[in-house]
């Protein structure tokens, strides 16, 4: 698999039920961010955990890393309808180099909560 | 909330015409991204701007691209002479911090190239 491979590629729950979706990934990383994106739109950030961090909290949300597994997961407890929407994975990384900006985004993960 | 606009939000252009993509980044903002999302594949990293010229460019993002931050608040994306693979989701972002720990990348709406 690539860098930043979720899964799964589709996930469709009910309103109240919690989501959760994986990433992997295959360099060393930085940190590795969750985006957000609703159809047509932006991608907006949800969370970011360094490599030293195992877990994080943010409201609803919930990030794991496992760096020496190389993945990553998220945690989207008590979803809402308004959940509804691609979540993608990112990484950062300085191997070879590179900026902290350039982040190598996964496929993505389309969650759709029913009301 | 301070965020990124871009514009337009939908270009039609021809192949082998020149089109200008523009973005307002936050503006407190020092970093500068373009990303894009061809359908149905993923947002990838094009190019990084600080300081007035490229930090890092990817493969992608050959002679036909070049950046430009013109005026102090405007952040432009050229191509050149664009050819139908460039259709896509073009997406600004910008930072505070070089998307350090501490310091998330701030994306626009995006502007969607459509090159017939």
């Known amino acids: 698999s690539q860098q930043g491979e979720e899964d799964p590629q589709a996930l469709s729950i009910q309103e109240g039920e919690n989501a959760t979706m994986n990433c992997s990934y295959k360099?060393?990383?930085?940190?590795l961010q969750w985006y957000r994106q609703n159809s047509g739109r932006g991608l907006v950030h949800l969370i970011l955990?360094?490599?030293?961090?195992r877990e994080k909290h943010s409201g609803r949300l919930r990030v794991t890393l496992d760096t020496s597994k190389k993945s990553s997961s998220l945690l989207i407890t008590a979803s809402r309808a308004a959940d509804t929407a691609s979540y993608f994975c990112?990484?950062?990384?300085?191997?070879?180099?590179?900026?902290?900006?350039?982040?190598?985004f996964g496929q993505g993960t389309i969650l759709t909560v029913h009301p | 909330e301070p965020e990124v606009t871009q514009t337009p939000s939908h270009q039609v252009t021809q192949m082998g015409q020149e089109v200008i993509l523009r973005c307002v980044p936050i503006?407190?903002?020092?970093?500068f991204y373009w990303y894009r999302q061809i359908l149905g594949q993923k947002v990838e990293f094009l190019v990084s701007?600080?300081?007035?010229?490229?930090?890092?460019k990817s493969e992608i993002f050959d002679d036909q691209f070049s950046v430009e931050r013109p005026d102090g608040s405007n952040f432009t994306l050229k191509i050149r002479s664009t050819k139908l693979e460039d259709s896509a989701m073009y997406f600004c972002?910008?930072?505070?911090?070089?998307?350090?720990?501490?310091?998330?990348?701030?994306f626009g709406n995006g502007t969607r190239l459509t090159v017939t």
């Open positions: 955990i360094r490599s030293n961090e």
């Open positions: 360099t060393s990383i930085n940190n």
């Open positions: 503006s407190n903002h020092l970093y």
């Open positions: 972002a910008s930072s505070s911090r070089q998307g350090s720990y501490n310091s998330p990348l701030h």
């Open positions: 701007f600080y300081n007035n010229e490229i930090s890092e």
């Open positions: 990112a990484t950062a990384s300085r191997a070879g180099g590179t900026s902290y900006g350039k982040l190598t």
